[in-house]
């Protein structure tokens, strides 16, 4: 099974972009037996699903961020990216990368962005 | 977006008790259902698969069941380290989304 790990600024300003990165170990993030996903989880609303890219590059955005998301991958350093453009304070969230192979699901431990002047 | 609401959204238990929890979508989602636990500060843990399906690892006092509609996870005897929030997750269509949550308290 996979292990990931989110890295990446944990404080941006507001009207700022968001990047992360996350990094796969044990395993290739060119497998096509692999979708990877990025989930955030906002202090009071709760779980967000951001979206996902497979190997071959295509991605899925959910349709309440997509006009500010961008998810990719580098198969050459075995990460993938998020960028999130424009945040505002309601972006402040635990941001979690997510690999899914058939049924199952396995989590990084999760990156807290802040989102403050 | 399908909506997926949870319920209760706290339940005040004890060791030894029987608790249930219920998910309900806002339609039909075959049997493409997930249950997650958490614990502060840590990663949501997959328990349940496919409605009913349990991951490999998580204890037999676990279980699923539903289908369509209308979830539950069981916990058939509540251990001291099953105090968490528990999550669903509908995966039958993009984008995916969760319940509110449900935690689970001492009494």
């Known amino acids: 099974q996979v292990q990931l790990q989110e890295s990446g600024p944990g404080l941006v300003k507001p009207s700022q972009t968001l990047s992360l990165t996350c990094t796969v170990s044990?395993?290739?993030?060119?497998?096509?037996?692999?979708?990877w996903n990025w989930i955030r989880q906002h202090p009071v609303k709760g779980l967000e699903y951001i979206g996902y890219v497979y190997y071959s590059g295509s991605t899925y955005y959910n349709p309440s961020l997509k006009s500010r998301v961008t998810i990719s991958i580098d198969t050459s350093k075995n990460q993938l990216s998020l960028r999130l453009t424009y945040v505002t304070a309601a972006d402040t969230a635990v941001y979690y990368c997510?690999?899914?192979?058939?049924?199952?699901?396995?989590w990084g431990q999760g990156t807290l962005v802040t989102v403050s002047s | 977006a399908i909506q997926m609401t949870q319920s209760p959204s706290s339940l005040p238990a004890s060791v030894g008790d029987r608790v249930t929890i219920t998910c309900r979508a806002s339609?039909?989602?075959?049997?493409?259902l997930v249950w997650y636990q958490q614990k502060s500060g840590k990663a949501p843990k997959l328990l349940i698969y496919?409605?009913?399906s349990l991951q490999g690892g998580v204890p037999s006092r676990f279980s699923g069941n539903g289908s369509g509609t209308d979830f539950t996870l069981t916990i058939s005897t509540l251990q001291p380290e099953d105090f968490a929030t528990y999550y669903c997750?509908?995966?039958?269509?993009?984008?995916?989304?969760f319940g509110q949550g449900t935690k689970v308290e001492i009494k």
């Open positions: 997510v690999s899914r192979s058939g049924y199952v699901t396995s």
């Open positions: 339609q039909g989602i075959r049997n493409d």
């Open positions: 496919a409605a009913s």
């Open positions: 044990g395993g290739s993030i060119s497998s096509g037996a692999y979708y």
């Open positions: 997750l509908q995966d039958y269509n993009y984008p995916w989304t």
